[in-house]
């Protein structure tokens, strides 16, 4: 009797050892926009700025996708050469052990996590997908093969990434606050600094410089002439705010995107969190892929293309930020109009043209419209665990147009910034489209 459990038990272990279980749990597409979400959460938890938070996006999804590149060579081409400073990527020799899939989940953690956050933050994720992906037959000898590979990537694009100048940028000399008519200076409640002012001296992926979509100037500040186009443009935005629809403010809500408010209730002040603009594209990313039943490899990417597209329209739209230094129509209408008045949604501390929202998201468009087709309807589902009903698009052009007017429902910009942006966004993204050879 002995003998027959014994026997039994070695048998049982062999077919747990030997079970590809591990490969249904790992190779679903789902589970790379869920560890997008994941990244997306920490992110959010951290209370990093929409251009921070793009950062950690792309280069997390540039270690993910060089994975698939490097595992399916005829299909996809390596962003080696293609990429602002990246050379060759090199890496370990893709052996049979290697789970591509795992490795890439594993590459876009090790990135995600090490480009800002301190090591460990993805740490709890990380292990729990490994746990399971163990408990379903992931041998040793596989996942110690396929975090080698996934390391080996990781590597090389944290080394490129420390060349972006995001290290200088954090001693850079800060904002000066000047009291001129029509220049930026700090909104209430929080009054907060200027967020990045010297973005636009990071290193872009794709586009040629910061400054190579250089849009035309503002219209000039006129708070004198009520015939002057500003004036107009200060009275279409006060007059929209005093008498928005439910329709327009769900619109403004949906887009709202800001990763920290300071919510003031009398002499109580508390701060409530949301996904930042980036990170709601990067949860859009997702939708789309499953939307498409698109298999693990176009999943990765499709995050990766959409991610280098935020990354290179924010960098554009700073430079235009504080060339022009703009200010807020908040600001403008209490100094010129009313005093007590405010927008919709709560003003972020940065210029006023060109709007960011408006441009990442035209550029992020373009970027999915590039790999899923024009006219993909989809539902959007990404606010509602912020308790913000589902808006749904005809495309993803058209989901970036209604942004264009949710932020000018919101009250934070002037429509003609926002169609300004939205054109640059366009541009942007059908550029990195074009210029990047990805999938063959």
Request: charged residues 20%; hydrophobic residues 40%.
């Amino acid at each position: 009797m002995r003998k027959l459990i014994v026997a039994g038990t070695i048998i049982l272990l062999w077919a747990c050892q030997s079970s590809t279980e591990y490969k249904t749990f790992l190779h679903q597409p789902q589970r790379y926009s869920q560890t997008v979400h994941e990244l997306n959460t920490v992110v959010m938890g951290n209370n990093f700025p929409p251009m921070v938070a793009s950062r950690n996006y792309a280069y997390a999804a540039i270690a993910g996708y060089e994975v698939v590149a490097a595992a399916y060579p005829n299909q996809y081409q390596s962003l080696g050469g293609q990429l602002r400073g990246l050379d060759k990527v090199n890496s370990l020799a893709l052996t049979p052990e290697v789970d591509v899939e795992l490795a890439a989940l594993l590459a876009y953690m090790k990135v995600g996590e090490a480009v800002t956050f301190p090591e460990g933050s993805l740490g709890e994720y990380r292990d729990s997908i490994l746990k399971t992906a163990r408990e379903k037959g992931l041998s040793s000898q596989v996942e110690k093969a396929s975090q080698a590979f996934a390391d080996s990537i990781g590597r090389e694009i944290i080394r490129w990434s420390k060349k972006d100048n995001y290290l200088q940028t954090r001693g850079a000399e800060k904002y000066t606050v000047k009291q001129e008519p029509g220049r930026w200076v700090p909104t209430p409640p929080m009054y907060a600094t200027a967020v990045e002012p010297h973005w636009a001296s990071i290193r872009p992926m794709v586009i040629d410089s910061a400054s190579a979509f250089d849009p035309p100037a503002p219209p000039p500040f006129n708070m004198t002439d009520k015939k002057s186009e500003y004036y107009t443009n200060v009275m279409a935005i006060k007059n929209a705010i005093d008498s928005l629809t439910p329709e327009q403010k769900h619109m403004a809500e949906f887009w709202d995107d800001n990763p920290f408010k300071m919510n003031v209730t009398g002499h109580v002040m508390y701060g409530s969190k949301k996904f930042s603009p980036p990170g709601h594209w990067m949860s859009v990313v997702g939708i789309a892929a499953q939307k498409a039943n698109a298999d693990f490899a176009t999943t990765v990417y499709a995050t990766a293309k959409t991610a280098i597209a935020l990354f290179d329209g924010f960098i554009q739209c700073w430079y235009v930020k504080y060339k022009y230094n703009t200010a807020r129509p908040e600001t403008v209408i209490n100094q010129y109009i009313d005093m007590n008045w405010r927008p919709y949604l709560q003003t972020p501390a940065f210029p006023e043209y060109t709007c960011g929202h408006s441009t990442i998201s035209s550029a992020a468009a373009e970027a999915l419209t590039s790999v899923f087709g024009d006219n993909f309807a989809y539902t959007d589902s990404t606010e509602l665990e912020f308790g913000i009903p589902n808006r749904s698009f005809k495309s993803f052009r058209h989901a970036a147009d209604e942004n264009n007017w949710a932020r000018f429902y919101g009250g934070l910009h002037f429509h003609n910034s926002c169609v300004v942006s939205t054109r640059m966004g366009q541009d942007i993204g059908k550029t990195i489209a074009d210029k990047l050879k990805m999938k063959k």
